[in-house]
Structures are given as structure tokens and as C-alpha cells.
């Protein structure tokens, strides 16, 4: 992840999941701050939470198996998420967690 804060449009941002590149957008491009990192509350979502979900999606599972991990999404929320979830690598989801509490991110902005 980059450090710095070049001028725009050179900008990228990563998390979990999802890159951001200003460079494919035209005009003011907003960034929503992390919500933990050194000195900030601890990521909301429990690790337990990611690792048992995706452990459960490679054995194989159905969406209502996933209501345990996801009860208050949707059907069909919980029949995407157990239909794609085992194509995601743990070790990568684990490196990105991680990070979300020892990386200092947008703090090095101006």
C-alpha cells in the first residue's frame, strides 16, 4: 500500500477486498477514513468471524449455513456469499486483517 500521498490522479487505495483508483474517475473522488489502525479501536468484524465463514464455504455450504455467520443479510446476500466465498484465499484475507491493525494508512495524508 502506498505510504504517501501523491498528487492526483496517482492515488490508489486498498482494503479488504477492494482497490479504489481515482485515475478511472473524473472530478473529486472521496475516501471514507479506516475505522482502526495503531491508536484506533480494534476492525469490527472478529477474525473468528472471516476465517470460520470461509473455512465453512470450502467444505461446501449452502446460504441458510451462512445465515450462522451472516443472519441479518438477505437469502439471496447469503446464497452469494456461500456460492463465492471459497474462491477467496485465507492467507490473504488474514495478511489484509492484519493489516487493518497495524498499518497506518490515511494518516500520512496532509
Given at each position: 500500500m502506498n505510504r504517501t500521498c501523491p498528487s492526483p490522479p496517482g492515488f490508489s487505495w486498498e482494503r479488504i477486498g477492494a482497490r479504489i483508483d481515482p485515475a478511472a474517475f473524473?472530478?473529486?473522488?472521496?475516501?471514507?477514513?479506516?475505522?482502526?489502525g495503531p491508536g484506533r479501536r480494534a476492525y469490527p468484524s472478529a477474525w473468528n468471524w472471516y476465517e470460520g465463514s470461509l473455512l465453512m464455504a470450502q467444505r461446501g455450504c449452502s446460504g441458510e449455513d451462512m445465515k450462522a455467520f451472516c443472519p441479518a443479510w438477505t437469502d439471496e446476500q447469503n446464497s452469494l456469499r456461500a456460492e463465492w466465498l471459497h474462491t477467496c484465499q485465507l492467507d490473504a484475507i488474514r495478511t489484509a486483517y492484519d493489516g487493518f491493525h497495524t498499518k497506518i494508512s490515511i494518516s500520512t495524508c496532509p
Open positions: 473524473s472530478g473529486l473522488v472521496l475516501l471514507d477514513p479506516p475505522v482502526s
